[in-house]
């Protein structure tokens, strides 16, 4: 075997990816969401899932159902989450979609359409 070859094979057998480390990356840079005392996470870009589920539940003007609205909210920061703002009497899916779900989606880079807006 000659040096070309030998090397070539030391680089193929080196060759790792580390996405441990891009994740960890992603967690440090998560947007923190305050409600009831505590500080939920949400990741600083979109999900894998999260454009997937958009385009299976958005009409053609971009709304997304309500009920699909609370269970990508539900993936998102939790059931613990979902279920505590969907008992309070003070929080409509309004303020949801103002309050967290379109500033969500401006960091995210989506367009009003894009994140579901009525």
Do not use: C
Request: proline share 5%; hydrophobic share 35%; aromatic share 8%.
């Amino acid at each position: 075997m000659n040096n070309i070859e030998k090397r070539s094979k030391k680089e193929k057998e080196s060759f790792v990816i580390n996405f441990d480390k891009a994740v960890s990356k992603e967690k440090e840079q998560s947007i923190k969401l305050e409600y009831d005392g505590k500080t939920y996470e949400l990741p600083a870009t979109p999900p894998m899932w999260f454009p997937l589920e958009i385009l299976r539940h958005a009409d053609k003007k971009g709304n997304i159902p309500d009920d699909k609205m609370m269970l990508m909210i539900e993936r998102l920061m939790g059931k613990g989450f979902a279920k505590k703002i969907s008992e309070d009497n003070f929080i409509s899916v309004d303020l949801v979609e103002k309050d967290i779900i379109e500033p969500m989606m401006k960091k995210w880079g989506f367009t009003e359409a894009e994140a579901g807006k009525k």
